[in-house]
């Protein structure tokens, strides 16, 4: 049963999901009343503080090993490819949000709660039609629409689980001008998430009876909409019950991601539901969605055991500064992530990704090399962008490619006897100095 109320979203029924209309604000609340609004989900009673913005300065680090593995042969490149796009690193100013230093983080999300392509209108999420828009099922999508300017629509479903962290990816098709995003919360009158546009402007946000407010915002190049027009977008939120409530938004496949922290004790304990938003400027807007993937978890982020194994084939030099990341959703068949913060004033990252089969590595680095190849040139990674093969003792060792990145220079390669594939990044732009790393980067 749908039932319209003046304000917020609540209802006294047990149901799945929610849709709210209220006017938008980029920078505080709305103090009129909001548009009526549309409910299906149960709200709890207990209330979620209001967070605020704070710097945090370092990210995770992965104790290493106390045995260091051998010097491997150096390998001798018969060609080379280009990466991902490499992470950020300057954080921003005290009061914004920060940019991860060393990449994406894992929020200790693994366990699969929602894989939902949107083929059946009965999935859970709040569906109708008010003042302000719609939300509604077509053609195995799930269409948000924004009617008039300054109006936002959102829409959630619950998990099913009780999380104290979780990772959710959406792939967007956005129309009009406007904003779309994630949202992630333990009751449906207060919601936290972020939102993007198609010029890679970003903001994390609380939903409430007074509308939208924008708690930090800023740009972030690899948010920007690519010109198939649909775009993938990953939200994660860690509640209190970890130690603080913070958020990132990242573009997937990038290690490029920016951060939200909470004074300690603000902001939800845990999460329970997940939301989907759309947000209209001045003329309505609507967003198409193909697929949410969500994931629970306690927060643990302690390496897996495949991490551990993964890192282990890490220069020990490097291994401190380690931590697992995220796999890549187009990493079919991976195993394991462990990324890389360097400070030997060369490469700025080093990033390596453990496979299943030869099959699966391979498809991954064909699918970086579609994505961000870049005309041969005739070089050898040591002065320009190449792509081909390499060699260790004169015997095949795998693939591998340099070029540009979206900011500096990136390298590429594949391990066949491990089957791990690795990259480096050089925020700076040196080939020379990717090269000197890669020689000594293993894995092995």
């Known amino acids: 049963m749908v039932r319209f109320l003046a304000i917020g979203c609540l209802i006294g029924a047990l149901v799945a999901g929610c849709v709210s209309i209220a006017p938008n604000s980029s920078s505080g609340p709305i103090l009129s009343s909001a548009v009526p609004s549309q409910s299906t989900a149960p709200v709890p009673t207990h209330e979620a503080a209001t967070p605020s913005v704070s710097v945090a300065t370092v990210a995770p680090t992965q104790p290493a090993p106390t045995t260091a593995p051998s010097a491997p042969p150096q390998p001798t490149p018969t060609a080379a490819e280009s990466l991902a796009p490499p992470p950020t690193t300057a954080p921003q100013s005290p009061g914004q949000p ?10 200790g999300a693994s366990t699969p709660l929602i894989n939902d392509s949107f083929d059946d209108p009965d999935s859970g999420w709040g569906v109708g039609t008010n003042a302000g828009g719609s939300v509604t ?32 990816e959406a792939l967007f ?9 994630l949202l992630c919360a333990e009751r449906d009158d207060t919601l936290y998430g972020a939102t993007e546009d198609p010029d890679g402007m970003y903001a994390f946000i609380r939903v409430d009876s007074n509308g939208t407010t924008t708690l930090s915002q800023g740009q972030l190049d690899a948010l920007k909409l690519p010109p198939i027009g649909m775009e993938l977008f990953d939200l994660d939120c860690a509640g ?42 001045a003329d309505p807007f609507s967003v198409s969605v193909d697929y949410v993937i969500a994931f629970g978890g306690t927060g643990d982020t302690s390496m897996s055991p495949a991490a551990k194994e993964l890192l282990t084939h890490v220069p020990a030099v490097w291994q401190p500064n380690c931590f697992e990341g995220l796999i890549s959703a187009f990493a079919v068949g991976a195993k394991a992530d462990v990324l890389c913060q360097l ?24 699918h970086i090399a579609d994505k961000y190849a870049v005309p041969e040139q005739g070089q050898n990674c040591d002065t320009g962008p190449h792509q081909g093969t390499y060699t260790i003792g004169g015997q095949p060792a ?9 900011t500096g220079t990136q390298f590429i390669w594949t391990t066949n006897d491990l089957l791990i594939f690795s990259q480096l990044i050089d925020v700076e732009g040196s080939y020379a100095d990717m090269y000197t790393d890669w020689q000594s980067a293993g894995p092995y």
């Open 98 to 107: 920060q940019q991860s230093p060393a990449g994406v983080e894992n929020y």
């Open 137 to 168: 099922y077509q053609d195995s999508k799930l269409m948000i629409d924004a009617a008039s300017g300054g109006a936002f629509e959102y829409t959630t479903v619950m998990t099913g689980s009780t999380s104290n962290a979780v990772h959710l």
């Open 173 to 181: 098709t956005p129309s009009g001008t406007g904003r779309h995003g």
């Open 240 to 281: 209190t019950a970890t130690g603080s409530f913070r958020m990132q938004l990242s573009a997937p496949g990038t290690n490029m991601g920016v951060q939200y922290f909470a004074p300690i004790d603000e902001g939800p304990r845990s999460f329970d539901r997940v939301g989907l938003y759309a947000g209209s400027g």
């Open 343 to 366: 400070s030997d004033g060369r490469s700025d990252y080093a990033d390596y990704t453990s496979f299943r089969t030869q099959a699966d590595m391979d498809g991954y680095f064909q």
């Open 398 to 406: 795998g693939k591998l490619m340099c070029g540009p990145s979206e």
